[in-house]
């Protein structure tokens, strides 16, 4: 019900936009979490949006470069991110969790998507 787009292979210094779309439910009232797992590591947070928007959590590996954003009516959540580099390389999952709060636990989440793809090449 959750599926993300956008990965690809870029250099270091480039930029990606990955998107999220849910489909089968509405999910205005979730708040939506991108998650990355690196070959050989565990996955971890990266960022998240409140169920309304208005607020935001980011990974201190990422603040400043990635972008979390969401358009309801759309039924689609978005990461920005600019500035990559090859840290940043995994598969990258949105999640979906219906207590709405934008927390970095991957626990709380109830819905995953698939995952895509970044590799970022230095």
């Known amino acids: 019900q959750l599926q993300a787009s956008g990965g690809g292979l870029v250099q270091a210094g480039d930029s990606l936009r990955l998107t999220c779309a849910a489909s089968?439910?509405?999910?205005?009232?979730?708040?939506v979490g991108w998650f990355r797992q690196a070959p050989g590591k565990e996955r971890e947070f990266v960022a998240a949006?409140?169920?309304?928007?208005?607020?935001?959590n980011y990974a201190d590996s990422v603040k400043g470069r990635f972008t979390i954003s969401r358009d309801k009516a759309k039924n689609t959540a978005y990461l920005q991110m600019y500035s990559l580099e090859p840290e940043d390389t995994g598969v990258y999952y949105c999640?979906?969790?219906?207590?709405?709060?934008?927390?970095?636990?991957?626990?709380?989440?109830?819905?995953w998507g698939q995952g895509t793809q970044v590799t970022v090449s230095s």
């Open positions: 999640a979906a969790d219906r207590y709405g709060l934008g927390s970095p636990v991957m626990s709380v989440y109830d819905f």
């Open positions: 089968g439910r509405p999910f205005s009232n979730y708040a």
């Open positions: 949006i409140t169920w309304s928007g208005s607020g935001t």
